[in-house]
């Protein structure tokens, strides 16, 4: 195989594909593309610690000498606009081509934004990438009062740290729960005790209808 194996997407599955083609014995061309200018990191910190320690840095999912070590070619800062399966290759964003033998998709996934006025104000943000996550550590740090919008894992997560941070927050959430695609209502229930403990404003049933500046 000439070209290789080609994997989209650098995140946990992507540098695991990765990591599993040469423990497996794979000893052909691996490239591991990314969209984001950063080594490969640990995203569940993102939403804990990270956000309200300004200090914190964020945790590489592998060390350097990992990708050199294995001749795994991570390319960082790489879009994919489009896969030409007939001809086996990827087209990058601004020019260029990639050829591939073998390709893995391991682009994971967005958070569904608001399609609600006023979504697109300034201090409004979602969180996924580091990126995100240092927007939203700027912007708090500059901010007493944060509205969460989500009752979640992730959103109930940025609530304890930044309550505990002391920041005034108030979360909403349409259902008449708190992480009602994720646990039992009793876990629930005692995961609002606990936020509630700490000061956090949680508004059940209730949906949002625009944003105001
Ligand atoms: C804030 C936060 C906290 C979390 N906390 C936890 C936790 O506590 N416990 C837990 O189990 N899970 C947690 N998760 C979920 C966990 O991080 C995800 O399940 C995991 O990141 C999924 O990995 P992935 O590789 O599939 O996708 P991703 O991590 O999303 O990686 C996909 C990568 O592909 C890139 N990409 C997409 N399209 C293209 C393209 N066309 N060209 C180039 N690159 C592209 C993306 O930008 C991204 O960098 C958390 C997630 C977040 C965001």
């Known amino acids: 195989m000439k070209n290789g194996v080609v994997i989209v997407g650098a995140g946990h599955a992507g540098v695991q594909a990765a990591a599993s083609l040469r423990e497996e014995g794979y000893d ?8 984001e200018n950063e080594p490969p990191y640990h995203k569940p910190p993102l939403s ?4 309200k320690d300004a200090d914190a840095k964020p945790q590489p999912l592998r060390g350097e000498a990992f990708y050199s070590g294995n001749a795994i070619d991570y390319r960082p800062g790489v879009w994919i606009d489009r896969i030409d399966g007939g001809e086996r290759r990827l087209d990058v964003s601004g020019g260029g081509t990639i050829a591939f033998d073998r390709l893995v998709l391991a682009t994971g996934s ?51 740290t930044l309550r505990a941070a002391g920041r005034r927050v108030t979360v909403v959430e349409a259902l008449d729960r708190l992480l009602g695609r994720a646990v039992a209502p009793a876990i629930a229930a005692h995961v609002r005790q606990r936020l509630e403990a700490m000061g956090v404003r949680l508004l059940t049933g209730t949906t ?5 500046g």
């Open 48 to 51: 804990k610690t990270f956000i």
């Open 28 to 35: 052909g061309p691996v490239i591991l593309i990314g969209d």
């Open 110 to 160: 967005r958070p569904r934004l608001l399609k609600l006025d006023g979504a697109e104000l300034a201090g409004v943000v979602s969180l996924r990438s580091l990126a995100d996550a240092r927007l939203i550590r700027e912007l708090s740090a500059q901010s007493e009062e944060v509205v969460i919008l989500g009752g979640g894992f992730i959103g109930l997560e940025i609530a304890a």
């Open 208 to 212: 949002v209808a625009r944003l105001e």
